[in-house]
């Protein structure tokens, strides 16, 4: 009985770990775990000398959504396009956490910066055909923006200024007129669906 009981204890400490980490809505990895996972990712990276890409991407418009739809609609949006998100992932190299809200983070390891943007494109279209339909005024259909950047290691900045780089590809991704992808390649040069490119002194640089 004593064996037992010290078995369930260990499942229940494991299931209750489980759930620290998952998001409730989605299924997906949280932020606490994301937390986790690129701190050790990105060590991982650095020692194994292979490219390390950080993506962050959210939903076009969404408090309009919101406001015309209602929170319930909402919650489901954020969970649909989770699960496109999560269909195109590869096991074991990719990684996807709801960042908060309707933003997400995806971290790849292995991929040149040309290929985790052609997967990513992918992605973004996968979410505009899902047809979920927006708010006439501002969009047809839902859709994604997404940034992001693939280093090179060895690198002499750390994992917050990548983040910080990708967050500006998203922010780039959102004034070039949404549902698009733009990239930082392992130059910091940038790869826009659009055709359109950002002034190359607008691009963050180490130490900045």
């Known amino acids: 009985r004593m064996v037992n009981t010290h078995v369930k204890l260990y499942q229940y400490r494991r299931q209750a770990e489980r759930q620290s980490m998952t998001d409730q809505l989605t299924g997906i990895a ?19 000398q292979i490219p390390f890409s950080v993506c962050m991407f959210d939903i076009d418009h969404f408090k309009v959504y919101n406001d015309t739809f209602g929170h319930p609609a909402g919650d489901k949006a954020i969970s649909a396009v989770a699960r496109t998100a999560a269909a195109h992932m590869k096991p074991g190299v990719d990684f996807l956490a709801r960042y908060g809200g309707e933003e997400f983070v995806m971290l790849s390891m292995g991929d040149s910066a040309g290929a985790i943007f052609a997967r990513l494109k992918l992605i ?4 505009e055909d899902l047809h979920i339909p927006h708010n006439p005024a501002v969009s ?6 997404m940034g992001g950047v693939t280093v090179a290691p060895p690198t002499g900045c750390g994992y917050a200024f990548f983040l910080q ?15 698009q992808v733009v990239w930082a390649d392992e130059q910091l040069r940038q790869l826009c669906e659009t055709g359109k490119k950002a002034d190359p002194s607008k691009l963050l640089t180490c130490g900045l």
């Open 165 to 179: 780089v990708a967050d500006a590809m998203l922010y780039d991704a959102k004034r070039f007129a949404r549902n």
């Open 140 to 145: 047809q259909w839902l859709t994604v923006s």
């Open 30 to 48: 949280n932020r606490r775990r994301y937390e986790r996972y690129s701190a050790a990712k990105w060590r991982e990276a650095l020692r194994l």
């Open 124 to 127: 973004r279209q996968a979410v």
